[in-house]
């Protein structure tokens, strides 16, 4: 996907004409956007291009106005079923299970298709190679749309993204006066655009309203920190849920399971599991190395920071990409911008 | 062929089992729909069994004991008498035929007895044909609906929190000056603007703490971790907590509960004019609250309660209304709706004081009552589960559903038990020091029914 690219162009087209092509496309294909489902704002299949949270359009949101789960969820879902055992006396059966339907993701911020990217890292660069994250990913396109603004609780510029990023999305939109330019950023995504129809155009300024930066600690400078009193200070009002977990684009723990389907029938399942939960860490016999809440808060601020880029290899790029999420849904506040920000003082 | 219904009945090893046996003796008939599963005592049939039979699709439960009276060890079935009609309360709530699930006494020597509930309970299900309470994950799709009955919003009246601020910080001061407590639990703004939780353990840090309209966090929480005694260590010094009057109930509830000694907290209770919800209107537990002034409190911080509105609608008992006025299948597609959106990510469990098992009984990993998976009928399960563990211990803070990352309204279910367990028992949670009066047992209050 790389020389064709050079030759790549940007189309200008109205909101009637991005309904009417995102119509087509879900008429044909499964087309996931943000949608307004009971109160929350969520990426979840529609099926028609009415049924997109359009920015403006649709009330306020009870958060920011991005979907409360990242688009992880598309890729690793909650829970995945890796094969099916099917035993019928002494016979065992095993069926695969893999995902193999062609799925178009409308609505992807730069934050969310850079944190599916750092999956990559894990799922696909790193063997053994994951199947299952592997066939959503070559099955899956996504339509990105530059922010202009950053929310309340963004931060992205600050962990070196931005708003309108395209590098990792197969189509990209920039807003532009109530108009769209369209950009082909893959030859997947080409492949999609209706080059034909639209009105050519130059990809223009694309500008957003940046907000303050704040200094976020360099990667080898966490291991210092590890012993500090601060994370007991700090993880006092921490709850030990999951929630910071779950939204997150990047947090990717799994627990796998076999569990009954009915008599006779079994799955071997997947599931989201989070360092934050007590059990994570049990080991046999009853020892859990992570007892204390510290420890656990500590190891989530670690693995982004410090453990995911230096065991997979990222550079100097973090695993967090600054969408906010965790800030919002906490139920106690802890606010991940403020510790980076009291680490980078206490250094 | 026609529709056979499949039937699990918990019958008690005593009575109802030997019952069942003393038909089979008398060849007397029975439906060969059901199937007996041996437990010990009626009271060991946990809500968890009675859904893991429905979720593996079982059409009916029938759940039989011994007489009230009868009972092999006392009072086990006291607790089946107490607990199944709020579980079935809780199911119908859901969307389950009540007819569905049946507890009855059975004893040892009436054969004929069994044999009658047994057909009775197997024709009435058969009346109500196949169940449709599991669902099929690669085949349902979900549809989310929203109660029309719609919340009434009302504005957050301007309040003055300068005197509620400084009161706090004057009597936490004193208190850890004095050595009266160790530690202050109360509310702080962070850089950010916002309101939390926060932890003072010096006379000087209680500059940080703060009143405001956006004080909802539950902080009673913390008290059994911080409390807690270990090997080998002083226990801890007492702690003063600032509390709402909702949170000064949950203060009695774990008393009630032996999590602590009345003597290890201070409360510091705060008159309360309501809190606000994050679009700045009155939060739905406040509009429905009846108390300005904390239950439990050992230093009052009274500030102007003038403002304070009692009682202005009745938002949650209007969506209860509405629920029960809808069909099963339309109370089953609503929840399911709701369920759908969960992540399982425990927050609700997490911030409520009330959950505090030290390993949660959905997330053991040797518990067979329910997957780990964050499917739909596991999500259902762990809900129910939850509302039925809080039924007559829930104080009705409803951090449960300001916790929910995902808006599910989890703070109806456990309004509905409130109202089940205020009917049968008379029994408001928190406002003695009395245990939920579903673990206790019967004492002539329990109408049948």
């Known amino acids: ?347 | 062929m026609s529709y056979e219904p499949r039937i699990i009945a918990f019958l008690c090893t005593w009575c109802s089992y030997t019952g069942a046996d003393t038909a089979g003796i008398a060849r007397i008939k029975s439906p060969a729909n059901i199937r007996a599963i041996r437990v010990p005592c009626s009271g060991r049939v946990s809500p968890e069994l009675v859904m893991s039979a429905f979720n593996q699709g079982a059409d009916g439960v029938l759940v039989l004991g011994c007489h009230i009276g009868e009972c092999h060890y006392d009072t086990g079935n006291h607790r089946a008498a107490k607990r199944l009609p709020i579980l079935r309360s809780l199911l119908a709530f859901t969307g389950l035929e009540p007819e569905r699930l049946r507890l009855d006494w059975v004893s040892a020597s009436e054969g004929e007895r069994f044999s009658k509930i047994a057909i009775e309970f197997t024709e009435a299900v058969r009346s109500l044909g196949p169940i449709h309470w599991r669902v099929d994950p690669d085949e349902r799709k979900i549809v989310c609906k929203s109660l029309t009955a719609v919340q009434e919003i009302l504005p957050y009246p301007e309040t003055n929190c300068a005197a509620k601020t400084d009161a706090i910080r004057q009597k936490a001061r004193e208190l850890l000056v004095n050595g009266q407590v160790g530690c202050v639990i109360g509310y702080e703004t962070s850089q950010r603007g916002r309101t939390r939780p926060t932890f003072v353990y010096s006379p000087e840090e209680t500059d940080r703490l703060v009143w405001n309209p956006d004080c909802s966090n539950n902080l009673t929480t913390y008290l059994p971790a911080k409390l807690q005694l270990k090997k080998g260590k002083e226990p801890p010094k007492p702690i003063a907590v600032v509390v709402k009057p909702c949170d000064s109930k949950s203060i009695n509830v774990m008393l009630a509960e032996n999590h602590f000694q009345r003597n290890q907290v201070h409360a510091l209770g705060v008159a309360c004019e309501g809190i606000r919800d994050s679009e700045g209107n009155m939060q739905v537990r406040c509009v429905n609250c009846q108390e300005a002034v904390p239950i439990v409190c050992d230093t009052l911080i009274s500030g102007d309660t003038s403002s304070f509105i009692p009682r202005l609608s009745s938002y949650a008992k209007e969506e209860i209304s509405e629920l029960h006025n809808a069909t099963p299948a339309e109370r089953m597609e609503f929840w399911l709706g709701q369920f759908d959106h969960c992540i399982r990510c425990y927050a609700c469990r997490q911030a409520c004081p009330m959950c505090n098992c030290l390993v949660c009984l959905y997330e053991s990993d040797n518990s067979t009552f329910i997957g780990l998976g964050i499917g739909l009928n596991e999500k259902r399960t762990f809900h129910l589960g939850r509302a039925y563990h809080l039924a007559g211990r829930c104080v009705g803070c409803n951090e449960c559903e300001r916790a929910c990352p995902m808006g599910i309204p989890i703070g109806l279910l456990n309004q509905k038990l409130a109202e089940e367990i205020e009917a049968a028992f008379d029994h408001h949670a928190g406002l003695t020091v009395s245990p939920s009066p579903i673990v206790t047992i019967l004492s002539g209050e329990y109408k049948e029914g």
């Open chain 1, 1 to 347: 996907m790389s020389k064709s690219i050079a030759e790549k162009k940007h189309w200008l087209i109205s909101q009637t004409e991005l309904e009417s092509w995102l119509d087509g496309i879900a008429n044909a294909r499964t087309l996931i956007a943000p949608r307004q489902v009971s109160g929350i704002m969520r990426f979840c299949q529609v099926e028609k291009s009415d049924e997109i949270a359009w920015h403006g359009k649709t009330q306020k949101t009870k958060l920011a106005s991005r979907p409360v789960m990242s688009i992880k969820e598309i890729f690793f879902p909650p829970t995945e079923r890796m094969f099916k055992i099917k035993k019928n006396r002494q016979e065992i059966h095993l069926e695969e299970t893999y995902p193999d339907w062609e799925t178009i993701v409308f609505g992807v911020r730069p934050c969310d298709a850079r944190g599916v990217k750092l999956l990559d890292a894990l799922f696909l660069d790193t063997n053994p190679v994951d199947s299952f994250f592997a066939r959503r990913r070559g099955n899956t396109t996504l339509i990105g749309l530059a922010c202009k603004d950053l929310g309340p609780t963004c931060f992205c510029t600050s962990v070196g993204g931005t708003p309108n990023d395209s590098h990792d999305m197969d189509i990209m939109l920039y807003e532009k006066d109530g108009d769209y330019v369209v950009e082909a950023v893959t030859e997947k995504g080409r492949f999609l655009i209706l080059s034909g129809e639209w009105k050519e155009t130059d990809l223009g300024s694309r500008q957003f309203n940046d907000k303050e930066h704040f200094p976020v600690p360099e990667k080898g400078r966490w291991p210092e920190h590890f012993n500090d009193e601060y994370w007991s200070r700090i993880s006092e009002r921490c709850l030990s849920c999951r929630a910071c977990a779950y939204v997150c684009p990047t947090c990717r723990c799994f627990s796998v399971r076999d569990e009954i389907i009915k008599p006779g029938e079994f799955e071997r399942i997947r599931c989201w599991d989070s360092c934050a939960g007590e059990n994570y860490r049990r080991v046999a016999g009853g020892h859990k190395p992570r007892a204390e809440k510290s420890e656990r808060l500590r190891n989530r601020f670690f693995c982004k920071f410090y453990y995911y880029p230096e065991q997979y290899g990222l550079g100097t790029s973090s695993a967090c990409t600054g969408c906010g999420r965790c800030i919002d849904v906490c139920p106690a506040g802890v606010d991940i911008t403020e510790v980076l920000m009291d680490l980078e003082k206490s250094a």
